[in-house]
């Protein structure tokens, strides 16, 4: 496992912080940002544009457990915030 990330994300604009990751962890770092929307696409496809396959990430983390290699993708809603990506 590679030393954690600190990737910032603007605030209503979806950012990639993982790139063809099969295993891993992505934490939320800014308290004051209520909602973070993710999502994931196969790696090498073309990155969201909307939130039609977004999902909240509930609780303090999502775990990132692929068969086969996805990037990630992370939206912060209202705010910019940083997160923590441990892969």
Do not use: F, H
Not at 11 to 26: E, F, L, R, S
Not at 30 to 51: F, H, I
């Amino acid at each position: 496992m590679a030393d954690p990330i600190l990737v910032a994300c603007a605030k209503d604009a979806w950012t990639k912080v993982a790139t063809n990751v099969t295993a891993g962890q992505i934490w939320k770092q800014t308290a004051n940002v209520r909602v973070y929307l993710q999502t994931y696409r196969a790696t090498g496809g073309a990155a969201p544009t909307d939130k039609t396959k977004a999902q909240p990430i509930a609780g303090q983390s999502i775990l990132i457990d692929s068969p086969t290699g996805i990037d990630v993708y992370i939206q912060p809603v209202g705010e910019a915030a940083d997160v923590r990506v441990d892969l």
